[in-house]
């Protein structure tokens, strides 16, 4: 009997395809001020969203953002976190293999 594997996605990985995405799903969660930039040379800012890739077509994200004042902290990274879980799930089967979320400050505007 033959194997039929039609069902097999051959998924190209673009590191700043997928730092766009998670950037705009950050900026459409509640709570969330906007993602840290880090300045690079040359006036450059770079977003701090880092994408490690590990085997078989997987990648874990690590995503520095700002929150907004006078919500709840761990309740805005939880909900970040699904957002961006939904987000890749969508766009990359099964590829995303962990998301870790670091709030470096609150917003005071």
Known sequence: MKK???NIVNINLDR???VNYVNEASLTCYGVKEVL???HKKGKKELAIYV???HE???SLD???IIAKDVKVTETIRS???TIRYYMNRLYP???KKINIYAEGISLE
């Open 37 to 39: 930039s880090i300045p």
């Open 63 to 65: 995503i520095h953002v």
């Open 94 to 96: 099964r590829m995303c």
């Open 4 to 6: 039929d594997n039609s």
């Open 16 to 18: 700043q395809q997928i």
């Open 57 to 59: 077509n997987t990648f």
């Open 52 to 54: 490690h890739f590990e």
């Open 80 to 82: 970040l976190q699904k």
